[in-house]
DNA sequence: CGAGTTTGACCTGCGC
DNA sequence: GCGCAGGTCAAACTCG
């Protein structure tokens, strides 16, 4: 059962406003909302980082935390229509045991569109 | 030439 | 109020 959700909910999500100071034209500083989607937390074991879901993922950020010994990856869908995001950590514990956590949900058929694989048996937050 | 990857800088929220 | 940690974006570089 590698079902268990680790302590990532207890973080929160923010928006970053586009306030660059010089840059008035922006006038969107309105907070890009605080983000209300599911998340779906996966742990895996697997010797690759992302694993091939059918999706395409594009890497956006890496970063090292605390909790872990190894760096986080941040991907996201291609898509343009689709926001969904993706985090990959990868336990300190076990460097073979990688936690992927998926934000949002794809509101389009996977890269493959050989059919459409309703495999959103993730547990509906 | 384009999409994707990489790395650093910057911002925001929370804790102390 | 300041510092720390986490998250995101943008510019540059690389590979197909």
Redesign the pocket.
């Known amino acids: 059962m590698h079902c268990r959700l680790p302590p990532?909910e207890l973080?929160?999500?923010?928006?970053?406003?586009s306030?660059?100071?010089g840059c008035g034209e922006k006038g969107k500083v309105k907070?890009r909302r605080k983000l209300r989607e599911p998340r779906f937390c996966f742990q895996t074991r697997s010797e690759v980082d992302v694993l091939d879901d059918g999706y395409?993922?594009?890497?956006?950020?890496?970063?090292?935390?605390?909790?872990s010994l190894h760096p986080?990856s941040?991907y996201?869908c291609?898509h343009s229509n689709c926001r969904v995001?993706k985090?990959v950590e990868r336990l300190s514990e076990d460097c073979r045991m990688v936690i992927t956590t998926y934000e949002g949900r794809h509101n389009h058929t996977p890269s493959e569109d050989s059919n459409s694989s309703e495999h959103e048996c993730f547990s509906s937050f």
């Open positions: 990532l973080q929160q999500f923010r928006w970053r406003n306030s660059s100071s907070v395409k993922w594009r890497k956006y950020g890496q970063k090292v935390v605390k909790n986080r941040y996201r291609t995001k985090r």
